[in-house]
């Protein structure tokens, strides 16, 4: 059993009667698509439809879990707590050791499955506290081939809309429930198709350069490296400009740009969409 623990990894809980009603009006995320044992990824985000915080949310005995960077938990529950207002709802941080992330489906019986690995054909299972040890650069390399990406390795809070992280295909933002903040921007962007900026995967022939590294397109910024473990990478880049261009280069290397095969999206069609 493979065992990685994330010691920058942080739980808030929210407990009540109002708990459900009350994250369903505010976050991306269809809370009733959520069975017992699921991880679903979310996002809470700012009036103009971009990402100011991130995690998975599953289910409690007393409500819902949410696991974020412990960089934003405190301001993730602030932000949380100005919409209380009357709900019925406690919104608390939980007291663990990070979490622990179990790579070959085998866990214990109360960790969660983090769903946005399962769209990869990956079985991965989460469970908070410290289980194992610490292994950054293996659990870069799932992430990269998965297309998972996560806020502060890959972008910056409320530098990306949901569309641009792949949200949108892979469960974290729901078109048929009710309104949540920033849910306006988000469904012109689906209805209209407007958006361009895509996760892809980032290969080259040796070892890529530094995160935040500029993609070039023909000479022309495309976007920049996020995670890198290796030879492989992630990144948003313009997927119309990746389409399109003739050449991709990282620090002057020719890089292959792929789009993951389970989000539907593909170059061909980019390229289709510039004609």
């Not at 007393?62 to 919409?83: N, S, V």
């Not at 610490?134 to 081939?145: F, Q």
């Not at 998965?146 to 949901?162: K, L, T």
């Not at 490296?225 to 261009?245: F, P, Y």
Request: hydrophobic share 45%.
């Amino acid at each position: 059993m493979a065992q990685i623990h994330l010691a920058e990894r942080a739980i808030i809980t929210l407990e009540g009667d109002d708990a459900e009603h009350f994250l369903q009006n505010l976050i991306t995320t269809d809370l009733e698509r959520i069975a017992e044992g699921e991880a679903f990824p979310g996002a809470l985000l700012t009036p103009q439809g971009k990402v100011m915080f991130e995690f998975l949310a599953s289910r409690t005995a007393a409500g819902f879990a949410l696991e974020t960077h412990a960089a934003d938990a405190a301001a993730l529950m602030q932000r949380l707590t100005l919409y209380k207002l009357r709900a019925k709802v406690t919104i608390a941080a939980a007291e663990n050791d990070g979490v622990t992330v179990f790579t070959d489906g085998e866990a214990p019986e109360d960790a969660v499955t983090d769903m946005r690995f399962s769209h990869a054909g990956m079985v991965i299972k989460r469970l908070p506290g410290r289980h194992g040890e610490a292994d950054a650069d293996a659990y870069a390399a799932l992430r990269i081939a998965a297309g998972v990406a996560e806020m502060h390795a890959d972008y910056a809070a409320q530098d990306a809309f949901p569309h641009d992280l792949l949200f949108d295909k892979n469960g974290a933002v729901s078109f048929r429930k009710g309104c949540y903040v920033g849910q306006e921007v988000v469904s012109r962007m689906q209805h209209r198709g407007t958006a361009r900026r895509r996760l892809v995967k980032v290969e080259g022939a040796s070892a890529l350069p530094a995160p935040g590294t500029r993609i070039e397109a023909d000479g022309k910024p495309a976007g920049e490296l996020g995670t890198v473990s290796g030879n492989t990478a992630m990144a948003i880049v313009r997927i119309d400009r990746a389409a399109s261009a003739e050449r991709l280069a990282v620090g002057g290397t020719a890089v292959t740009v792929t789009p993951y095969a389970w989000s539907g999206i593909t170059l061909e069609a980019a390229s289709e969409d510039t004609d």
